[in-house]
């Protein structure tokens, strides 16, 4: 019986771009605009600057934000760099949606057309999205996200490079295999961008040695033992690795339109909004030493993200606190209030500012937020107590007031709420989820208070940029992504979603710049 790799190998030098739903383009479409939105956002910044002193003075490969040039290696490792050093990229099922499959394809842009790099990037996040989604029940979800990282650009890689199938398995198993496990706290701080750069590269790296005969373990994933136990997989959903051809991962993609992991964006961009009903309703900013306090109630996803990145001083992508902190600061939440410099200057009305922000856990947002998840995961699943086991594992440190501490209590609350879940746990449900309906639930309610005594509140379900949102406003987000407060680009944005597809790939990425 073929490898589960080889499986994949065979789907992705197969597909036609003909095959491929016209929503699921569409979706590829604006990611390229999103990433490259990222990528211009990003380009001043501390990571890119590095990257190009220290890197060759030119090469055969355009960049996005710059008028520089590099050869094929290192435009990877820059974009992805510029796009993760903040963790601006979009995301599936709670992991990096893989910037290195969009950097692969224009890094190959010279020698294909914009339909041929669309088809390569689709390739890319189907295969990266199974495997962040069968790693969807871990304790914390890093340890994965190099693998699906390499994954995603091998995958777009092989198939622009022309290769086999065979060679193909490889580069995938190569990729895997080579980008190990990342360090969570290597995610957390300003090391991100090189550490999710350098699994990029172990994907691209890949791709070169399946093409020269150098084979991968293809049998990697074939058993949750191996690597899903080093992962920390503690219930791998391999069922969610099949079904290439009536299954699309990508309806799940949410772009990125603030910088920070998804976890946190949903309290983040709550206080936005009120910060921009605060500006209508006064006519004025809301300055920092006017805040009083801020209360965030969310589910356990942000509440984990703040106790993880509390003793990592520059952990701001991941700290919901500290990015409320720079938001009020700044009015904006971008690149820019990532860098250092910016940082070290705000050092003082930052850290009094976070001290006044306090991230509670809120049982009703995390039973939400589980009640979807469980949803669209049982049919993955052929053991519901294996299920229940795995979600029970990941809920140790809650803290559970008014209920009992028992280690079953979680079940307890559950089995309090009559609704679907528990129906669905019961009568095994197993129809196909609906990935086009995935919503990131981390819902949030806010209250800010100001120093005059009074309050601003806000509830959200979902992040910007996502299924819970209408699909125009998610597309006009993109759209300013990309132009970065430039009238004209912001204006010429919409029409890129329509160039032919048969447009050389040089002459789209030079539309990207």
């Known amino acids: 019986m073929p490898t589960q790799l080889a499986r994949w190998a065979r789907w992705a030098t197969a597909l036609d771009l003909s095959e491929v739903p016209a929503d699921v383009l569409h979706r590829a479409r604006l990611r390229q605009l999103s990433v490259a939105g990222a990528a211009r956002a990003s380009a001043a910044g501390t990571t890119a600057q590095a990257l190009l002193a220290a890197g060759p003075t030119r090469g055969s490969c355009n960049l996005v934000g710059t008028d520089r040039t590099l050869p094929r290696r290192e435009a990877v490792r820059y974009h992805v760099a510029a796009v993760e050093s903040c963790a601006f990229d979009d995301h599936l099922f709670h992991a990096p949606a893989g910037a290195g499959a969009v950097a692969a394809g224009w890094a190959w842009a010279r020698e294909r057309s914009l339909g041929e790099l669309l088809l390569a990037s689709v390739i890319g996040m189907e295969l990266a999205g199974r495997l962040a989604l069968a790693c969807t029940f871990t304790p914390r979800p890093g340890p994965a996200w190099g693998a699906v990282q390499a994954l995603a650009t091998a995958a777009a890689g092989a198939r622009l490079a022309g290769l086999t199938p065979e060679a193909t398995a490889h580069a995938l198993a190569l990729a895997i295999a080579g980008a190990g496990i990342t360090s969570w706290p290597a995610l957390l701080g300003r090391g991100r961008g090189a550490a999710l750069s350098a699994a990029a590269l172990v994907g691209l790296d890949a791709v070169d040695q399946a093409a020269q005969g150098l084979e991968g373990p293809t049998h990697l994933l074939d058993t949750d033992a191996g690597w899903f136990a080093d992962a920390e997989v503690a219930l791998p959903l391999r069922g969610a690795l099949d079904d290439l051809d009536e299954r699309w991962v990508t309806r799940a993609l949410a772009h990125g339109l603030t910088p920070g992991s998804v976890h946190l964006q949903v309290p983040v961009e709550g206080v936005h909004e009120i910060l921009r009903r605060h500006l209508k309703a006064a006519e004025k900013r809301l300055r920092s030493d006017q805040v009083d306090r801020i209360v965030l109630r969310t589910s356990m996803n942000a509440w984990s993200m703040e106790r993880l990145a509390a003793g990592v001083p520059d952990a701001m992508t991941h700290s919901v606190a500290r990015s409320v902190a720079a938001l009020i600061v700044a009015h904006e939440l971008g690149p820019a209030q990532h860098e250092p410099a910016w940082q070290a200057e705000h050092q003082v009305a930052l850290d009094d500012l976070a001290a006044r922000v306090t991230v509670e856990h809120h049982w009703p947002a995390t039973v939400a937020m589980l009640e979807h998840l469980l949803a669209h995961t049982?049919?993955?699943?052929?053991?519901?107590?294996?299920?229940?086991?795995?979600?029970?594992?990941?809920?140790?440190?809650?803290?559970?007031?008014?209920?009992?501490?028992?280690?079953?209590?979680?079940?307890?609350?559950?089995?309090?709420?009559?609704?679907r879940l528990l129906r669905r746990l019961l009568a095994q449900d197993a129809e196909a989820p609906d990935l086009s309906a995935w919503r990131y639930d981390f819902r949030a309610e806010i209250k800010l208070y100001t120093t005059r005594g009074g309050w601003w509140p806000e509830r959200r379900d979902a992040p910007e940029g996502s299924n819970g949102w209408p699909p125009e406003r998610n597309e006009a987000g993109v759209f300013d992504k990309l132009a970065q407060g430039h009238a004209a680009r912001r204006e010429a944005a919409p029409g890129l979603l329509e160039r032919p597809l048969d447009t050389a790939g040089t002459a789209w990425l030079d539309a990207l710049r």
């Open 378 to 419: 049982l049919p993955f699943v052929d053991d519901t107590r294996a299920l229940l086991g795995a979600v029970e594992r990941m809920l140790p440190d809650l803290p559970r007031p008014g209920l009992p501490r028992d280690s079953r209590e979680w079940v307890a609350l559950l089995k309090q709420r009559p609704d």
